[in-house]
């Protein structure tokens, strides 16, 4: 009997952007896709038919993002937060870090499914990830990162995103 794979944790606001995308390509993209190759088809000479050629490129490339994220959401597990708020770093905080500088920044995190560094989602299995994880308001926190040592303090962990804590709103400056 073949063992179940392991399920790997997802937040619910992770979870829904894959469900939503999975749904986007399989309700609306591929039709769209495959109207415009029956169309270029009805042209005549496949061999040099762009549209059809392309078309066709672009039916395998949504048919395998569709077989992944199918397949990847089945080994997905939504993580619910605790109605208490965390003691310790988990999957699914946000922590508050304070860099040697007095810079502040907020991280959210999360699994490698969703990760947007720009939203300040960052993976669990990254250096900083890793460094955090299992550590308490307070810790003083190194991390080995590609462009060198860097130390942060925690200064706040919650479930709840921080105030100040990217939106992807922002507007640029």
């Known amino acids: ?56 490129r672009r039916l395998r490339e949504i048919d395998k993002r ?16 605790p109605a208490s708020e965390p003691e310790r770093v988990t999957f699914g905080a946000w922590v508050t870090l304070e860099d040697e500088d007095g810079g502040t920044v907020h991280y959210q995190l999360v699994g490698a499914e969703e990760f947007d560094v720009s939203l300040g989602k960052i993976s669990v299995a990254s250096p900083v990830g890793k460094a955090l994880l299992g550590k308490e308001e307070g810790d003083d926190v190194t991390v080995e990162r590609p462009r060198g040592r860097a130390i942060f303090n925690i200064v706040a962990i919650s479930y709840t995103r921080p105030a100040g804590a ?8």
């Open 166 to 173: 990217p939106t992807g709103r922002e507007e640029a400056t």
């Open 66 to 81: 569709l077989e992944f994220l199918s397949k990847r959401l089945d080994n997905l597990r939504p993580f619910s937060p």
């Open 1 to 56: 009997m073949a063992e179940e794979p392991p399920k790997h944790w997802i937040t619910a606001e992770g979870l829904k952007k894959l469900r939503d995308e999975l749904e986007y390509l399989w309700k609306v993209e591929r039709p769209r896709v495959t109207n415009e190759v029956s169309a270029a088809a009805a042209l005549g000479d496949r061999s040099e038919n762009a549209e059809y050629i392309y078309g066709k």
